[in-house]
């Protein structure tokens, strides 16, 4: 059973394009979650996903950012029109059923 | 006040030292713990998942929490270089909507 995917790894973006993140979750799970890291500080929470829902999306900022999960498919992140601001780190998390929950190795975002 | 907060260190100790590490939360709805520990450029790796009060052994880890005084903490026997990490509190907040972090303790275990 594969971990949690995502990709790219590392992903370069001059100021004004678009980003998109994608994520995979282990099999089974169908709860998803985003979370952001800048060097030296926490995890915060983004988004909270189940298949073709938004359960929570209180962390996402409200203009630029959007995220889904569809049916089939990976659960993408999506940034419009980015800023040097969003470059981070962004993770994504799998959970079977509000239990443990398992993180991918991240996307670094660094917008130039 | 954060809900969950950490000391971010960094907690410098020899190998072979037992490791204590803790955080406190303020939620008395939190019930659900986990400690993942992060290496520098990767993803949070789970390390333990515990509910309620009382201790969780794995290996060379202890997971205690404490509800009465809101207090988790994380024991690393026999530490190693390779512990050296950052080391992540976590609770599942209200409904599992979110894993609420702490800040993170960085451990440096020098050979």
């Known amino acids: 059973n594969a971990g949690v995917m995502q990709n790219p790894r590392h992903l370069v973006r001059r100021r004004g394009q678009e980003a998109r993140l994608r994520c995979s979750p282990m099999?089974?799970?169908?709860?998803v979650y985003w979370y952001r890291q800048l060097p030296e500080e926490g995890l915060k929470f983004m988004v909270y996903?189940?298949?073709?829902?938004?359960?929570?999306e209180s962390g996402m900022p409200k203009e630029r950012f959007s995220a889904e999960f569809p049916k089939e498919g990976p659960s993408i992140l999506r940034i419009q029109q980015v800023v040097r601001g969003d470059s981070a780190a962004y993770f994504c998390?799998?959970?079977?059923?509000?239990?443990?929950?398992?993180f991918g190795q991240g996307t670094r975002l660094t917008v130039v | 006040q954060k809900e969950v907060e950490q000391d971010p260190g960094p907690l410098s100790v020899p190998e072979g030292a037992i490791v204590s590490l803790n955080c406190t939360y303020s939620n008395s709805a939190f019930q659900y713990f986990m400690w993942y520990r992060q290496y520098s450029r990767k993803g949070p790796e789970l390390l333990m998942y515990?509910?309620?009060?009382g201790n969780k052994e794995d290996g060379r880890f202890t997971a205690q929490v404490d509800k009465s005084s809101k207090y988790i903490s994380l024991f690393i026997r026999d530490s190693q270089p390779s512990d050296s990490a950052t080391y992540l509190c976590?609770?599942?907040?209200?409904?599992?909507?979110?894993?609420?972090f702490g800040t993170g303790t960085r451990l440096l275990v020098s050979p």
């Open positions: 996903l189940q298949k073709e829902n938004i359960i929570d």
């Open positions: 976590a609770s599942w907040g209200t409904g599992f909507q979110k894993l609420v």
């Open positions: 515990t509910y309620s009060s």
């Open positions: 099999k089974g799970h169908s709860h």
């Open positions: 998390a799998s959970s079977p059923e509000k239990t443990e929950a398992f």
